[in-house]
């Protein structure tokens, strides 16, 4: 019963914790320009990575958690490695581009650029896709630290059967 409530108590802070991670990756930036109209919009969509976590956290890092507890090593910077790349290998194998003929730009930091041309990326797309997987490995990585330390305080030791000595005894 006990690491039954620790997982589940880590699973929802693991969850909880996305809308913060996205309102701080966009919203700081966003408050250092001067722009706070934008923060109403990024807060309003910032439930969505909690929606995006929730397989990850059910079908990795639960697992991962408890093949590590079973093994004897479960530690903080694994769990983070796994979360970074569990989070950030979907978006890493999509690759930039898209089919011949197609062609995109966005804005990269405050320049308008091309992304693709003709289907192939450009050295801004591909700049851009990096920053795609380290924005969601920094998700990841966030969420399995979360996870980590409450597991770590859930199934810490118990002492309520402990009883506290006289003073002067010891």
Same mark, same amino acid.
């Given at each position: 019963?006990?690491?039954?409530?620790?997982?589940?108590?880590?699973? +929802?802070? *693991? #969850?909880?914790?996305?809308? /913060? =991670?996205? %309102?701080?990756?966009?919203? !700081?930036?966003?408050?250092?320009?001067?722009?706070?109209?934008?923060?109403?919009?990024?807060?309003?969509?910032?439930?969505?990575?909690? +929606?995006? *976590? #929730?397989?990850?956290?059910? /079908? =990795?890092? %639960?697992?991962?958690?408890? !093949?590590?507890?079973?093994?004897?090593?479960?530690?903080?910077?694994?769990?983070?490695?796994?979360?970074?790349?569990?989070?950030?290998?979907?978006? *890493?194998?999509?690759?930039?581009?898209?089919?011949?003929?197609?062609?995109?730009?966005?804005?990269?930091?405050?320049?308008?650029?091309?992304?693709?041309?003709?289907?192939?990326?450009?050295?801004?797309?591909?700049?851009?896709?990096?920053?795609?997987?380290?924005?969601?490995?920094?998700?990841?990585?966030?969420?399995?630290?979360?996870?980590?330390?409450?597991?770590?305080?859930?199934?810490?030791?118990?002492?309520?059967?402990?009883?506290?000595?006289?003073?002067?005894?010891?």
């Amino acid at each position: 019963m006990r690491k039954f409530t620790a997982i589940l108590i880590s699973s +929802l802070a *693991a #969850i909880a914790v996305q809308p /913060f =991670v996205f %309102i701080a990756s966009f919203g !700081i930036p966003l408050a250092i320009a001067g722009d706070l109209s934008s923060l109403a919009d990024v807060a309003r969509y910032s439930f969505f990575p909690a +929606l995006f *976590a #929730i397989p990850f956290v059910l /079908f =990795v890092g %639960i697992p991962a958690t408890l !093949i590590l507890v079973h093994f004897g090593k479960l530690r903080w910077w694994l769990l983070a490695f796994i979360g970074f790349i569990a989070a950030a290998a979907p978006i *890493a194998f999509s690759g930039p581009g898209g089919s011949p003929g197609y062609s995109s730009g966005g804005n990269w930091h405050g320049k308008y650029v091309d992304l693709v041309i003709n289907g192939e990326p450009t050295l801004y797309g591909w700049l851009n896709h990096l920053e795609s997987i380290f924005f969601f490995g920094l998700h990841g990585l966030v969420g399995a630290t979360v996870f980590y330390v409450l597991w770590r305080r859930s199934m810490g030791p118990n002492n309520s059967f402990k009883p506290n000595p006289l003073r002067g005894s010891a």
